[in-house]
């Protein structure tokens, strides 16, 4: 059975020499922490089931138990999905609230990450297929946030899409796709491209 894993706050390693990233001594490692404390009370409290949910609207399930979030000392604001990298941006609780969202961005990333044919060395990949087929004028970053921000929006009832301040041209275009189609029916599609395709993993294995 599979299990919704655990997300781990942790500072972003600076002993392993990834130090490039940290502006010297600012923000402190101190702050960090704080941060990273607060990003972690803001997630709990927030934590209504999220990474369930967007199992169930997928259809596709978890297979890692525990994904550390790594808090990154900078002010820049810009995340990443693998690993996990939040950056702090500016310490108000406005902020903090945005990158809670942009924390469940990232993990709609990391759930089509743990579904990815990652012991196919091919490069062959049935998430990234279904996208190029339905979207194939679109741009790779572009296709794939059609996807993952309508998947946003279908567990938060379509109230994601005000709280993406200039947001990049390929989100833009990803939204506008959105509206066009219904963040539902795009969904609703996957799904049943991921079924057909969890029902021949099953049938091969
Ligand atoms: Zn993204």
């Given at each position: 059975m599979n299990s919704t894993p655990r997300i781990i706050f942790r500072i972003f390693p600076q002993r392993h020499g990834w130090e490039f990233a940290i502006p010297a001594g600012k923000p402190s490692h101190k702050q960090a922490l704080a941060y990273a404390k607060k990003m972690k009370?803001?997630?709990?409290?927030?934590?209504?089931?999220?990474?369930?949910?967007?199992?169930l609207v997928t259809g596709l399930s978890w297979r890692r138990t525990e994904i550390p979030c790594?808090?990154?000392?900078?002010e820049q604001s810009w995340s990443s999905s693998d690993p996990l990298l939040i950056p702090m941006g500016l310490s108000s609780k406005a902020k903090i609230e945005s990158n809670c969202y942009n924390l469940e961005h990232e993990l709609i990333h990391c759930l089509l990450l743990d579904?990815?044919?990652?012991?196919?060395?091919?490069g062959e990949d049935w998430i990234f297929d279904w996208h190029e087929q339905r979207y194939p004028v679109e741009t790779p970053l572009c296709r794939i946030h059609i996807l993952v921000h309508?998947?946003?929006a279908c567990v938060h009832k379509g109230s994601i899409k005000q709280i993406q301040i200039a947001?990049?041209?390929?989100?833009?275009?990803?939204?506008?796709?959105?509206?066009?189609?219904?963040?539902?029916?795009?969904?609703?599609?996957?799904r049943t491209s991921a079924a057909t395709r969890i029902i021949e993993s099953s049938i091969e294995s």
């Open positions: 009370d803001c997630w709990q409290k927030r934590e209504w089931g999220f990474l369930e949910e967007i199992a790594y808090i990154v000392a900078v579904n990815l044919n990652k012991e196919d060395l091919s309508a998947i946003h947001p990049p041209p390929a989100y833009k275009r990803s939204w506008e796709i959105i509206e066009k189609e219904g963040a539902e029916s795009i969904v609703q599609a996957f």
